[in-house]
């Protein structure tokens, strides 16, 4: 059992990623006990499925990940982003949620240690993760569900700040 830990996001605003590897299931919990979301996904060959939080308020995962690139749609057909990555070597490149209104991702692994950003320099979240094993392009789609996990709770929370008002 492989273990994949890291932080997406600052020191302040960001969410701790605890999960285990056990070489076809990365299980884990993405933030905190009160404001996280677990993970549970699958790699069986080069499809992936799985869940992040719970029934309510969670998401799907489902799509492809190989050595060369990462094919996935986090959440619904309609409410739902898209990660759209190519993987060359050790690092990995391409959008998440869309042309438009996504964010670009670019990550490189070195040894074990997953480093760079998901946004841009303003609106982007920094990644630092420890793999542990887990295949690449399998770390990546983790670290893009950490993030979507952080932004839906940030937005969650500024609109409710907005309602509150």
């Not at 094919?71 to 869309?98: H, K, P, Y």
Request: proline fraction near 1%.
């Amino acid at each position: 059992m492989a273990e994949f830990n890291g932080r997406i996001g600052g020191l302040t605003q960001g969410y701790d990623i605890h999960a285990d590897w056990d070489g076809e299931r990365l299980h884990g919990r993405i933030g905190g006990t009160f404001n996280g979301k677990d993970i549970d996904v699958r790699l069986r060959g080069d499809q992936v499925s799985g869940r992040i939080g719970g029934h309510f308020g969670g998401f799907d995962a489902d799509g492809e990940v190989s050595d060369s690139h990462v094919q996935v749609r986090l959440g619904g057909r309609i409410d739902g982003d898209d990660v759209r990555l190519e993987i060359s070597g050790n690092r990995a490149q391409g959008r998440f949620s869309g042309r438009l209104d996504g964010k670009d991702l670019n990550l490189t692994l070195g040894g074990q240690h997953l480093t760079g950003r998901i946004g841009g320099t303003f609106d982007g979240k920094d990644v630092n993760i420890q793999i542990g094993g887990v295949p690449l392009a399998l770390a990546v789609l983790a670290a893009a569900c950490a993030y979507k996990a952080l932004e839906d709770e940030q937005n969650d929370a500024a609109a409710s700040a907005g309602h509150s008002n």
